[in-house]
């Protein structure tokens, strides 16, 4: 069904994010009539620019990015309405004039004053542009919605993302924030409800009776690139881990919402991520490995030291790679490790989660040749493969008693007939129908770095000593693997 007549407002609409992501998720959402049908698109921008002149730009965009052939009709469609209007938080006049604006282009378009603003900026326009929306009443929901869209990073540490939540708050509701981690927008990452929650067969297992342990991958191929100067303060732990991996950790970890709503989905999984234990810096230090890649290559592409990266500082002790390991106090997981990795510039693009069940006790097979013996596992990935498969040991055939272990593959293609997207058009659907259950509640937010806190404290004080440098196109630093041996575990190995 079609959302309600709306305005989408798009604050950087000459950004990376705006030309890249958002014109085409709203061009297949467009394609597959999922926008209102009365739809007013606005871009914002700082610097003085004609709608033709936008337009022109956000066409070139579509037609570079757009994942599917563009029908220029559609495209016509959704573009052709498009209306620049300038404004800028640093001149409040701008905005009194932008909502006059968009008072007469709601009422030309009748879109019932429903309206939608996107922040595609860099994070520290947030509260600016926030705060002159709020000053000029466009936050006030009068028998209309009024939504507010943002992206990570929510703040940078625990401290920051307290202050813009709660600054956030002091302006507009809870319920009118919508903050995204496109991690949610993966099918894979969505289904991991449905396979917990909609088959009998693998909630009886899943706790610390059945389960070993539990790894989160999120390996990248790719380097740093040009940048530099947004990564270099961030890293790899804040750029990756209190969102991304965190949200595949609440979502395996949380405890069964009593519902499929907002409210009690959204609650587990902040419930879940305020159990994670909170490590003193000492424990933080045994329990985390950091890594820096050198110049090499990945595949046939080169890369260059992450130091001599354009915009990073000479001598930087930024970390490119991350491991931890994690424990959950609370009944179902004490005792049960979770064990995150994630890097840049690694061999291979890889996105897990692998649930390791616990052995089995051998005894009966104590003599048996083992060939290859596999770990019962449970894998959920959307890279290299969307799907699940699941590890267990086989006989070989012959008149020997030899195992071996084998892969049950589920693969999303074999199964669906699915179009490329990019990963976003979900999540505009939901912040355009009012249905916030994939989005970031501020609880979870300062949830996440309250257990990343300790990790952050902890290696920036230890600066140099501890970081570790490994080759691109590995696995990342050889501790990482010292990290599990330690427990007499493993990370799973691909293939
Ligand atoms: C972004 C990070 O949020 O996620 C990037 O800022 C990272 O550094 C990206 O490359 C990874 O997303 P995906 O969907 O490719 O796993």
């Known amino acids: 069904t079609r959302p309600d007549p709306c305005s989408f407002v798009i604050f950087g609409v000459t950004g990376d994010l705006a030309h890249r992501l958002v014109i085409p998720a709203l061009y297949n959402l467009a394609a597959n009539h999922l926008l209102p049908e009365k739809f007013c698109l606005v871009g914002i921008a700082r610097k003085a620019m004609s709608s033709d002149e936008l337009r022109d730009g956000l066409m070139k965009g579509l037609h570079q990015y757009a994942t599917r052939a563009v029908d220029d009709a559609i495209a016509q469609r959704l573009l052709g309405c498009l209306t620049c209007i300038e404004a800028d938080p640093n001149d409040p006049a701008s905005f009194d004039a932008m909502s006059k604006r968009l008072d007469e282009l709601e009422a030309a378009q009748q879109t019932g004053g429903n309206r939608l603003f996107y922040l595609a900026t860099p994070p520290n326009a947030f509260l600016p542009i926030s705060r002159e929306l709020g000053?000029?009443?466009?936050?006030?929901?009068?028998?209309?919605?009024?939504?507010?869209?943002?992206?990570?990073?929510?703040?940078?540490?625990l401290a920051s993302a307290r202050e813009l939540n709660s600054e956030?708050?002091?302006?507009?509701?809870?319920?009118?924030?919508?903050?995204?981690?496109?991690?949610?927008?993966?099918?894979?990452?969505?289904?991991?409800?449905?396979?917990?929650?909609?088959?009998?067969?693998?909630?009886?297992?899943?706790?610390?009776?059945?389960?070993?342990?539990?790894?989160?991958?999120?390996?990248?191929?790719?380097?740093?690139?040009?940048?530099?100067s947004f990564y270099d303060v961030t890293g790899a732990l804040r750029d990756m881990v209190p969102n991304h991996l965190f949200q595949l950790l609440s979502l395996v970890a949380m405890e069964p919402p009593a519902k499929f709503d907002a409210h009690a989905v959204r609650s587990e999984k902040a419930e879940v991520l305020a159990a994670i234990q909170t490590q003193t810096e000492e424990e933080a230090l045994r329990n985390s490995v950091r890594g820096q890649y050198r110049a090499g290559r990945v595949g046939d592409t080169e890369i260059d030291d992450y130091r001599k990266t354009p915009d990073v500082k000479p001598g930087s002790n930024t970390e490119t790679y991350?491991?931890?390991?994690?424990?959950?106090?609370?009944?179902?997981?004490?005792?049960?490790?979770?064990?995150?990795?994630?890097?840049?510039?690694?061999?291979?693009?890889?996105?897990?989660?692998a649930i390791k069940f616990k052995q089995a006790p051998f005894a009966m097979f104590r003599d048996t040749p083992v060939d290859r013996l596999s770990q019962n596992y449970l894998i959920i990935s959307t890279e290299p493969t969307e799907g699940i498969a699941l590890q267990f040991n086989t006989k070989v055939p012959g008149p020997n008693i030899n195992i071996d272990g084998v892969e049950m593959k589920f693969r999303?293609?074999?199964?669906?007939?699915?179009?490329?997207?990019?990963?976003?058009?979900?999540?505009?659907?939901?912040?355009?129908?009012?249905?916030?259950?994939?989005?970031?509640?501020?609880?979870?937010?300062?949830?996440?770095?309250?257990?990343?806190?300790?990790?952050?404290?902890?290696?920036?004080?230890?600066?140099?000593?501890?970081?570790?440098?490994?080759?691109?196109?590995?696995?990342?630093?050889?501790?990482?693997?010292e990290l599990m041996e330690r427990d007499g575990r493993s990370w799973r190995k691909l293939g």
Request: proline share 4%.
């Open 322 to 353: 991350a491991a931890l390991k994690l424990t959950i106090d609370n009944w179902r997981w004490a005792g049960v490790p979770f064990y995150l990795r994630t890097g840049k510039a690694l061999g291979v693009k890889r996105t897990e989660i």
């Open 135 to 157: 000053r000029t009443g466009m936050l006030k929901e009068n028998g209309s919605w009024r939504r507010l869209v943002i992206e990570k990073p929510f703040g940078t540490d």
């Open 168 to 228: 956030l708050l002091k302006i507009v509701d809870e319920h009118q924030i919508y903050r995204i981690d496109h991690y949610l927008g993966k099918e894979t990452v969505q289904n991991i409800l449905v396979l917990r929650f909609a088959n009998g067969m693998f909630e009886p297992i899943w706790n610390r009776n059945h389960i070993d342990h539990i790894q989160i991958t999120v390996d990248e191929k790719i380097g740093v690139g040009h940048r530099g």
């Open 412 to 481: 999303y293609k074999d199964y669906f007939k699915t179009e490329p997207s990019t990963g976003y058009e979900t999540l505009i659907y939901d912040c355009m129908i009012g249905d916030n259950i994939l989005f970031q509640r501020a609880d979870s937010v300062e949830a996440g770095w309250q257990a990343v806190q300790p990790f952050l404290d902890a290696w920036k004080k230890a600066a140099a000593r501890g970081l570790k440098v490994y080759e691109p196109g590995s696995e990342g630093p050889e501790e990482a693997n």
